[in-house]
């Protein structure tokens, strides 16, 4: 923390113990909470189940409302008006996971010994990963393995908790800390808090790359791992894997690829010829890696995978006790049970997909984000920021990109808004290479800009939200109002 930070801690913590300015506070909160409860509860209008009710309803009647939700919230995703989230969601792609899930729908890799088709999916999906992140391309020492987890932010846990105790055990590192660069995913400051890891961050330059002579200045006695990203979630920007690879294999520590967006589409953009630098296990100092199957791999919801460079790595991952009354325990990531059917649809998605499928999906992602990329240069209020593939962030100079947000929105867009600086982002997936839907958000996009051009007071929506989160000093005061959204979200 900050000399700054630190200051503006004690004096959040001292005001928040004055009474008025409590009082104040909670005022502003409650009003902006309020709006935002309308948005996020839609169905107040339906029946709610605060307890189990006393005789079971007929199962019809839940099919039936349950497709009501699911029919009032499909278009949105499936006519490609969201960014990220969904990344395949063709129907006979749907269709036919749905059955793999249905058909393992009672499996638990816990019990390996009922469930033994499940270890064969995980193996099996964690060598492909391997292979397309290059395994063999690593020495005879190494022997690149992994494990599958229930998405990127648990891949990511898995490995800074995993990196803690190697350091520990291997070089008694006590207060151990890693490198990160700011723009890297929050998953790292959660491994940081959940951990007790300290977080070092790296500033990136202008071109929201992580900066080689910052990383270099961080590193110390307690450095454990050093974190980059192909590509990072805010900007769709590569960090310089290369040079980082070589700072963490000179000082022999850890370095992990968060390749959880980019896993399963740089490999098949660099075989189409795009411009993509190393980022996976070819270069020597990568040790350990993240790439997210639930999204760019087009399985459903709820994996991921973690790769090591060697086996002795992932040994610090595993959990096993011997002095349980339960008798002999083990498990390789954080759950016990674990839905045995995710896996299935994970390993039936790879091998329905195969090879051609991921490259002519990864073609189609490219072309339409090309698209898109031009259409927002030509727009003279945006820029794009640095210079990305198909994660497009976006900015302007001239408006408040917020309002521009709550502009598409009332054009049924859902964007992501960032900040520090602000911006906003599309991640191109498949539902936005359907016919017609680039030209779409290109055409709501220029008339959001000139709308806002022409009614910048405009009141509502995220704006405000977003101009709080920025004005504030108090990053606390912003992480209480979030915590409250959270109560919100568990409202019956
Ligand atoms: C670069 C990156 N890392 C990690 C994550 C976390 O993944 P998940 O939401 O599956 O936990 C994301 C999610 O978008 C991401 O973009």
Redesign the pocket.
């Known amino acids: 923390m900050t000399i700054k930070a630190k200051a503006l801690q004690i004096i959040e913590n001292t005001a928040k113990k004055i009474p008025v300015v409590n009082r104040l506070l909670e005022k502003k909160y409650d009003k902006l909470l309020a709006e935002i409860e309308k948005s996020a509860k839609p169905y107040k209008d339906s029946k709610s189940f605060p307890s189990i009710p006393e005789n079971g309803i007929d199962r019809e009647k839940i099919l039936k409302t349950m497709a009501d939700f699911q029919q009032r919230e499909e278009d949105k995703w499936k006519d490609g008006f969201v960014s990220?989230a969904v990344y395949h969601g063709d129907n006979e792609h749907i269709d036919f996971l749905n059955k793999i899930v249905a058909l393992n729908s009672q499996s638990n890799p816990l019990h390996s010994d009922v469930w033994p088709s499940t270890g064969k999916y995980e193996a099996e999906i964690v060598s492909m990963t391997a292979n397309m992140m290059n395994r063999q391309a690593t020495s005879e020492k190494d022997d690149v393995c992994g494990v599958v987890s229930s998405?990127?932010?648990?891949?990511?846990m898995l490995a800074m908790k995993t990196y803690r105790d190697w350091a520990l055990d291997k070089k008694g590192i006590k207060k151990p800390e890693m490198i990160v660069p700011t723009t890297?995913?929050a998953?790292f400051d959660k491994s940081s808090q959940y951990f007790g890891i300290k977080i070092r961050h790296a500033a990136v330059d202008e071109n929201y790359q992580a900066i080689v002579q910052e990383v270099k200045k961080a590193v110390n006695k307690n450095t454990i791992v050093i974190v980059g990203?192909a590509?990072?979630?805010p900007h769709g920007i590569i960090d310089p894997i290369e040079e980082m690879s070589g700072i963490a294999l000179k000082h022999k520590i850890g370095f992990h690829v968060?390749?959880?967006?980019?896993g399963f589409v740089l490999p098949w953009a660099e075989k189409l010829g795009h411009d993509v630098p190393k980022f996976d296990f070819r270069l020597p100092g990568v040790t350990s890696m993240?790439a997210?199957t639930?999204?760019y791999g087009y399985a459903v919801k709820g994996t991921?995978v973690v790769l090591y460079r060697n086996l002795e790595l992932r040994h610090y991952q595993f959990y096993t006790t011997s002095d349980w009354p339960g008798g002999l325990y083990f498990s390789p990531t954080f759950a016990g049970s674990r839905p045995g059917s995710l896996s299935a649809a994970c390993w039936a998605t790879l091998l329905s997909v195969g090879e051609n499928g991921y490259l002519e999906a990864t073609k189609k992602i490219m072309e339409t984000a090309n698209k898109i990329k031009k259409a927002i240069e030509d727009i003279p209020e945006l820029y794009i920021l640095g210079n990305p593939l198909w994660v497009i962030s976006f900015g302007s100079n001239e408006l408040d990109i917020y309002k521009v947000l709550d502009a598409m929105a009332h054009r049924q867009w859902s964007l992501n808004g960032l900040h520090m600086p602000s911006a906003l982002h599309i991640?191109i997936t498949l539902r936005h290479a359907q016919n017609g839907v680039a030209e779409r958000f290109i055409n709501d996009l220029k008339e959001s800009v000139a709308e806002v051009k022409t009614q910048p007071k405009a009141k509502g929506g995220m704006a405000p939200v977003y101009g709080l989160a920025a004005s504030l000093p108090f990053r606390g005061v912003v992480g209480d109002l979030l915590k409250r959204y959270l109560d919100i979200l568990y409202k019956v």
């Open positions: 990220g998405g990127g932010t648990e891949s990511i890297a995913h998953a990203s590509p990072t979630f968060d390749a959880c967006l980019g993240s997210d639930h999204k991921s991640a």
